[in-house]
């Protein structure tokens, strides 16, 4: 066997929540050869398999009575010209920043609004991550999943990904799909997406150019958000709620004053930090667990709070939202 099996790992240095939790089996894949190996071996001792990236995006509740693959299969890759684009192949395990800034080097754009999001390259396409009005599906050409159920290696185009606002096939409880590589279509030719206030005004009177889109994205983000090397936190915990226009207008007749982005001309997107904020969670603690006192829709985890204790906060806020406002949060990260 080319992968070696650890048993008993310790889970909270592997995500950034930093919630205290057992992995029964750990493995590192390198390459598809290591995946097909840890999959046969997950499937040999009937355990479950879940792949992990950074770590960026789960809460860990409790003991995993799995194997957890670490996919960290690398390589980038410039290929070939499509029209005024670029096609990059970059492997799922690389970092997801560490690629931004090396497209950047390379005079390659698309990414730049992406800009600082942790995580790798694999994970990605999984919620379809998003920034400051781009998201993963305006930027990616294809991905290669492996199947860890029938051992099929698939290509997905874009379309057949699904995705959605934080949303993909791939997110979906029980998808058994790995992604091993992603291809990017990156511009050669520059062209700014600016349509989010904060990143416009910071902008304003300077020369554009994508590093420049790239440093100042970085200086809002570390500006609210909390470091998760500093203060354990999965970025936003909820997602922002879409309702209809008939819903918006209700609450709109009451809280004029609540940010607002039209979807089309059915639904609205409302800003769940500023729902939460409303119902006085911001900077409120519970413990080691808290709301985060910049960004409402961050929890965070000053020390040893637990996922149980995460998911106990998270559910009081849920609720309290949906007894104040009428709307149903949704929890953002995987919870396992
Ligand atoms: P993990 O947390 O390791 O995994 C997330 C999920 O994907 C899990 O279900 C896992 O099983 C699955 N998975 C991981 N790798 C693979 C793979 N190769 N194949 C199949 N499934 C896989 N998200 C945004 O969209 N926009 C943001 O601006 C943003 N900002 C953030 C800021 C902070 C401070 C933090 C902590 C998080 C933020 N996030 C943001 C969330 C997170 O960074 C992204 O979702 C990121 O893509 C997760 O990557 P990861 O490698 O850490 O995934
Ligand atoms: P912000 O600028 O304070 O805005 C609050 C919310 O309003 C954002 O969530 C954003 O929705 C929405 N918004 C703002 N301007 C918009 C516009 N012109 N059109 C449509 N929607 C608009 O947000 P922030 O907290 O500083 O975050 C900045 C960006 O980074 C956002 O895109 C956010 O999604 C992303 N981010 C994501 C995570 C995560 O874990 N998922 C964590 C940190 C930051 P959207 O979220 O739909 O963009």
């Not at 970025?235 to 607002?260: A, D, L, M, R, T």
Request: proline share 5%.
């Amino acid at each position: 066997m080319d992968i070696t099996i650890a048993r008993q790992v310790a889970l909270k240095p592997h995500h950034t929540l930093g919630c205290p939790a057992i992995a029964e089996c750990w493995v590192e894949v390198h390459s598809l050869n290591q995946l097909v190996e840890a999959c046969q071996y997950a499937k040999h001792q009937q355990l479950r398999m879940l792949p992990l990236g950074g770590g960026s995006n789960v809460v860990f509740t409790k003991h995993f009575d799995g194997v957890i693959a670490k996919i960290a299969i690398l390589g980038k890759q410039v290929g070939a010209k499509q029209g005024g684009q670029i096609i990059v192949e970059v492997g799922a395990g690389e970092n997801w920043h560490e690629f931004v800034c090396w497209t950047l080097q390379r005079g390659l754009s698309g990414l730049e609004n992406l800009s600082l999001i942790p995580g790798t390259v694999g994970a990605a396409p999984i919620q379809n991550i998003g920034a400051y009005g781009v998201e993963l599906k305006d930027v990616m050409a294809s991905l290669w999943a492996f199947n860890t159920e029938n051992e099929e290696l698939k290509q997905f185009s874009v379309d057949e990904c699904q995705f959605g606002y934080r949303d993909s096939l791939f997110k979906r409880p029980g998808s058994p799909w790995v992604i091993t590589k992603v291809d990017f279509k990156l511009n050669t030719q520059f062209k700014p997406q600016l349509s989010y206030q904060p990143l416009k005004q910071q902008l304003a009177g300077k020369t554009i150019t994508p590093q420049i889109v790239s440093d100042t994205v970085c200086q809002l983000r570390l500006s609210k958000l909390p470091d998760p090397d500093v203060l354990g936190n999965a970025g936003s915990f909820f997602k922002n709620p879409v309702v209809s226009i008939e819903q918006f207008q209700s609450i709109y007749k009451v809280h004029p004053e609540i940010p607002h982005y039209p979807v089309d001309s059915q639904q609205m997107k409302l800003a769940a930090g500023w729902l939460i904020e409303q119902c006085d969670f911001k900077g409120h603690y519970q413990g080691a667990v808290g709301v985060h006192d910049k960004q409402a829709l961050v929890i965070v985890n000053s020390g040893e709070g637990t996922g149980a204790e995460v998911m106990a906060l998270a559910n009081q806020i849920t609720h309290k939202v949906g007894e104040q406002f009428g709307i149903q949060l949704e929890v953002e990260p995987r919870v396992y």
